[in-house]
DNA sequence: ATCTACAAGATTGTTAGCAATCTCGTTGAC
DNA sequence: GTCAACGAGATTGCTAACAATCTTGTAGAT
């Protein structure tokens, strides 16, 4: 396994819950664990805290970076912003075929939502993000958007769990589907922007 | 020298020009260069890969990366939104001392404006950028900037010499400060995005 | 029982050198 | 003259091993 193979490996691993924050990553173990050298290894350890996911200290080693509520607040407000970008782009960029698309995850994630599916909802929810970035097509904003999802994955996680979360925010993806289905930019970031906003707020109350 | 401080001397080397895009970075010429081995030249190329500034292929080494105008403008409305928001949460934040702070920095740049010293006035602007950002003490929102500055040297390079692009971006500057130091977040956020979307502009010019 | 010192083991950081790959220049064929 | 093949040199990728540093457990002192 080459250092980007262990480096994919890893940052799975890591969002995947597998290696948990604070968690020791000893070059060794991970050699072992994924088949690989220690040159391999430690490239990728050092790719990964670039990225944020890890850290590093001197002769210390590696450890799962911990991201705190604050830093995921912030990393949401980014979010807010930039997803707002992209929605709006979206809105700018769209094509029949992309809006026929956009209505089906809708009408999808309302019968996830009727039907109580919290892990469809929460895939549909990827979805129709992913897609949004698709008919985007800002090179940099995905580049951003992907760099701190990865950061974001265990408070995500959290917030999925909070009842009623999936209602909530199924009303704020649909109008930010309609918004843009309308080829309208500014609704359309304004509706993200909100979406997120509610976000933030969810997250915030998890800190009390 | 270490791999942190030939990482810093290569990425100073490249922003003010001594490596130009396209060029090879030869690790062993980098290792004469900055009077390190290669163990600290590799692992720093590795860290400037991920940053953006450099490009690395496989058995070919390392070139400075070149960022096309397309991407500059990618990068500029990243920042536009990312400085938006910037802008606003200085408004939030901002102390009275804040306040005169960037009001003397507002009639230096004027005063560089009128007695022509385009470099001064560069200066100036970086630095009222840093001083919202000094306020607004968003952790996410400064590294995300730091990271994207170091990909947008040369064309903002190219920008300073368009004439007459001071004067423009003077007015942009104080409609900032104006509206930070009335602590008007949305006056702020808009009034630092209509100064970018003036840069982005200024860009797409560049292409024609 | 608690605290300190020390040594052994674990782990990270780095080196020197070799293997692998690419680039470029030279030579020969057409 | 052009093009292809080959070899030498340049450069990158990687290894094995050693040095440096940290951590933990044990023994001894109080």
Do not use: W
């Amino acid at each position: 396994m080459d250092d980007a193979q262990v480096r994919e490996a890893l940052r799975e691993a890591i969002l995947r819950g597998e290696f948990v924050p604070r968690q020791r990553l000893v070059e060794v173990d991970l050699c072992e664990r994924f088949g690989a050298r220690r040159f391999a290894v430690r490239a990728a350890l050092q790719d990964l805290t670039a990225e944020g996911l890890v850290e590093r200290q001197p002769n210390r080693g590696a450890r799962v970076r911990e991201v705190s509520l604050d830093e995921a607040i912030e990393i949401s407000e980014i979010r807010r912003v930039v997803e707002g970008l992209v929605a709006a782009r979206a809105a700018e960029r769209l094509t029949d075929a992309d809006a026929s698309r956009l209505k089906s995850i809708g009408q999808q994630m309302r019968t996830a939502v009727e039907t109580g599916e919290a892990g469809t909802y929460s895939d549909l929810n990827a979805e129709l993000h992913a897609t949004l970035r698709e008919i985007a097509r800002h090179e940099m904003a995905n580049r951003i958007i992907a760099q701190l999802r990865g950061q974001m994955v265990r408070h995500q996680f959290a917030l999925s769990r909070v009842p009623g979360r999936s209602v909530a925010s199924l009303a704020q993806h649909e109008a930010v589907i309609d918004a843009v289905v309308a080829r309208d930019p500014a609704a359309a970031e304004t509706a993200m922007q909100a979406h997120i906003t509610s976000v933030i707020e969810a997250l915030r109350a998890l800190g009390r």
